[in-house]
């Protein structure tokens, strides 16, 4: 998966770089980073439309809210981004850099059994490792 960028002339803390949170409805979501002074911000497919939100956990609760239309996979193919009140700007999303990842396995252990007679074998197969992104 590649990140998403974000750029436009928007609210603080819409700007910057997406990464793969998880799919979504079917779709990829991503997110900025974990919550900052200006809010959580995160791009996901809603069922019928692509959302970038970023919101605010203070009281009161604050959101910016942008949509497009488009039926597209990714939200760096979609067109038409259009601002819910009470926001402003339009925000233009680009595909960033792919993001390869990489499997570690620092454990790997085998037992295998089998049966003359009744021609059963088993194999039992334990590997524990990691997955990480460069």
């Known amino acids: 998966m590649a990140t998403i960028v974000v750029t436009g002339t928007l609210p ?3 700007a910057g770089t997406y990464t793969f949170r998880e799919i979504f409805n079917g779709r990829p979501s991503y997110d900025k ?3 900052n002074v200006d809010g959580y911000a995160t791009i996901y497919w809603e069922g019928a439309y692509w959302a970038l939100v970023i919101f605010t956990d203070f009281t009161p609760l604050t959101f910016n809210y942008w949509e497009s239309t488009s039926d597209v ?3 760096d193919l979609a067109t038409g981004w259009t ?3 009470p926001s402003t700007g339009t925000p233009t999303l680009t595909a960033g850099t792919a993001i390869t990842p990489s499997l570690t396995i620092y454990d790997a252990q ?3 059994s089998a049966s003359h007679r009744g021609c059963a074998v088993t194999l039992d197969v334990q590997i524990s490792g990691r997955l990480t992104a460069p």
């Open 83 to 85: 601002p819910v009140s």
């Open 110 to 112: 085998a037992n295998v």
């Open 73 to 75: 996979a990714t939200p």
């Open 12 to 14: 603080a803390g819409v």
């Open 33 to 35: 980073g974990t919550p």
